[in-house]
Structures are given as C-alpha cells and as structure tokens.
C-alpha cells in the first residue's frame, strides 16, 4: 500500500472499536485515524483520541460534550456531539474507509451517509442490512461503494468468494458456535439468567451480541445480513452449530468443492482483513494448530427451543419491513433481559408476537424503515409489560 488509508470508527469504545485500534496501531504505515466516535464512554473516548490523533470525535451523550472538548482542546482534535454530528463527520474528505461499529439499529443513518458521500464500508453492524438490506445495498452498487463485511462468519465467505465472484454459488453455509445452552432444552431455559447467558463458550464480545449468540438471534440476523451481502436467495443460506468456532463459515459451488476459512477465533482477523483488502497484513496473532483440535464436530440446530433463528428466516422469507421489524423487537427484548424484566424465553415470544401484529409494508422506503423501527419498539414495550 503506498497512500495510508484514513478510517472513521463508529463505535471505538466498544469491543470492535477497540481491536481495530490494536490492528491500526501495529501498521502505522497503514492506516491514519480520521475519526473516532462514542456514545458514552468519554474517559476511553478521550485516551484514544489523545494516543491515535484523529481530526475529530463524536461523543453521542451530548451532556458529555464539555469533558470530552475540555480534555481534547489543547490536542487540536475538534469536538462533536449529538446523532446528526456522526452523520456529517463520515463524510469528511480524508476518509477512505468508515468501520461501522455501532450497536444495533443506531449504525443504519450514519452508514447510509457514508455511502452517499462514496466512503467504502467496513461493517460490522450486521442490524444495517438487516433493517434495511434492500436499500443499502442499492445505494452502494449506485455509489460504486464497496462493503467489507467484519462479522467473522460473513469474512470467512467474502475470503471464500475471493477469485471466485464469477462463479454461481450453490450455497452458504454458516457456523454457529451454538453459545453457551448448546444442546439445552426449554425446560433449562426457562430459568437461565443473565449472567449465565453473558458467558459465551468461544468470543468475547458486548452484552448486546453475547445475548443474541445465546438465543441464535446473533445466527439468524447474520443469515439476513448474508442475503444481502452475498446477493443469494434465502433457500441457499444454510447454519451448522460448529462448537469449536474454528471453521468461520463456508461455500458451496456448483462442482460440489467446499472452501472453508478457518483460524482460532479472533476477531482482529476479519477487522483487519475489511480494513487491509485486497492484501493481507503481516500479524503476530496466535496460530491454528491441528494437533489442538483433533476434532472438529457439526450439529444442526435446533430452532424448535431456539426460536429466533426460525423467526429470522420466516422474516425473512416474507421480506419487506418484516426484518426490520424482527430486528427493533429484539433489540428491546435484549435490553429487557438484561435489566431482568423478560425471561430467555419470553425474548422470543415477544418478537413473535410482534411479527404478528405490525403493519406489513413490502417495499418499504426509508421513510417506512424509520416508522417501523419506533412503532416495533413501542409495540414490543407494551407486550413486555
């Protein structure tokens, strides 16, 4: 690479953000930090700042603005606040590549202005095509927009496809690790707590996604995400629970091959991949050894007690807003759990209810997304209650 490339971060405090700082701080030749952005972590927000130097920062939790703007005005980094100043900021000249990392739906707006101002996209926010696949998708190809995916499964087929884009795909397999109630049935899950859900067998990640890996919603988001992605119909999409987290996913061709991606699982590798293609990045990460792993097993899923993968499929099957509807239920579901207002297996069927009971729109504009989205939220609020 001769030009370092300039990324924005959205979403640097949480645990993406911050294993992309670690790959960008080991290639210094590589890569120069535009913008870094939080929604209320502003003591790591600013230690990052000061460490890596972006021209700017967003902090989300505009009663944070004065802290972050105090501790960073004699750095000469400006300071933002509020949801429109992270819209703008991705749009600044210097960016060649924004990594969405945001939680949820709150990574949609900001990286549909990143398209529109032509900014190649390293998405690990799998909600955004979930929400609004169709859409986003478009307005890449029309902007001439590349989007790398970050989640390790979809990383491992973007790795599969590569040299292989003029070839039909037959199908997608992707892994799931099964999380920690792997093989549990609903008379366990009834009664499963918060804290046991937070403990993920494989990966460390956030409260948000560690909840959904539990409940397969993590699964069947990620198979929504690869539609779109990967431009497959739903009927080539197929998940294995794969305990060891090794194989990270994989494709089918037409010739019957398999290609597999395969590593320990470390998602610095696919950050890395998204942030570095089409070349490859020397990494002192640690290394896959056969001899540790003499087995590596494959189960099916079972939706009949894991609900949410089924739900997903069925969303989206019938398309339109109906992902989008799937993905705001769960989001308040999730939230509800973890401050123990919910069951693990009312999680569900809130979000089945849900599906339901809301407006079906099928081709649904922006407009309607964003509709969808808050009257979901306030739909799912009162079945909890």
Request: charged fraction near 20%.
């Amino acid at each position: 690479m001769t030009q370092k490339k300039g990324i924005a971060i959205l979403g640097s405090t949480g645990s993406i953000g911050t294993q992309a700082l670690q790959v960008i701080k080991t290639h210094p030749d590589n890569f120069q930090v535009e913008v870094l952005t939080a929604q209320n972590n502003a003591q790591l927000l600013i230690q990052q700042a000061i460490e890596f130097k972006p021209n700017a920062v967003v902090i989300g939790n505009e009663s944070l603005y004065d802290q972050v703007d105090e501790a960073l005005g004699m750095h000469d980094i400006k300071v933002y606040t509020g949801e429109n100043a992270l819209a703008q900021v991705v749009q600044m000249e210097d960016i060649h590549i924004v990594l969405t990392a945001l939680v949820g739906y709150a990574g949609l707006l900001p990286t549909i202005k990143a398209i529109e101002s032509g900014k190649h996209i390293a998405l690990a926010n799998k909600e955004t095509l979930v929400v609004a696949g169709e859409l986003v998708t478009a307005l890449a190809r029309e902007k001439g927009v590349n989007i790398y995916p970050v989640d390790s499964e979809h990383s491992a087929i973007f790795q599969c496809l590569v040299g292989e884009f003029h070839n039909p795909i037959e199908k997608l397999i992707l892994t799931a690790s099964g999380g920690p109630f792997r093989g549990k049935d609903k008379k366990f899950l009834e009664s499963v707590t918060k804290a046991q859900a937070l403990k993920h067998p494989n990966w460390d990640m956030g409260a948000k996604i560690t909840i959904d890996s539990a409940s397969l919603m993590n699964k069947g988001l990620e198979v929504i995400e690869a539609k779109w992605l990967f431009n497959v119909d739903q009927s080539k999409i197929d998940v294995v629970v794969h305990p060891q987290s090794i194989i990270h996913s994989m494709v089918q061709f037409e010739d019957s091959s398999i290609k597999a991606q395969m590593g320990l699982p470390d998602m610095r590798v696919p950050i890395m991949y998204a942030l570095s293609y089409p070349d490859r990045l020397e990494a002192d990460f640690p290394r896959f050894n056969f001899m540790d792993y003499p087995e590596l097993t494959f189960e099916q899923p079972d939706t009949d007690t894991f609900r949410n993968l089924a739900l997903a499929f069925k969303a989206l099957e019938k398309a339109g807003n109906m992902p989008c509807i799937l993905n705001a239920a769960n989001e308040v579901v999730v939230s509800a759990f973890l401050e123990e207002k919910i069951s693990f297996l009312g999680m569900s069927e809130v979000i089945a209810n849900c599906l339901d009971k809301m407006s079906f729109i099928k081709k649904p504009s922006l407009q309607d997304y964003i509709e969808t989205d808050k009257e979901t939220r306030i739909k799912a609020l009162e079945f909890i209650r």
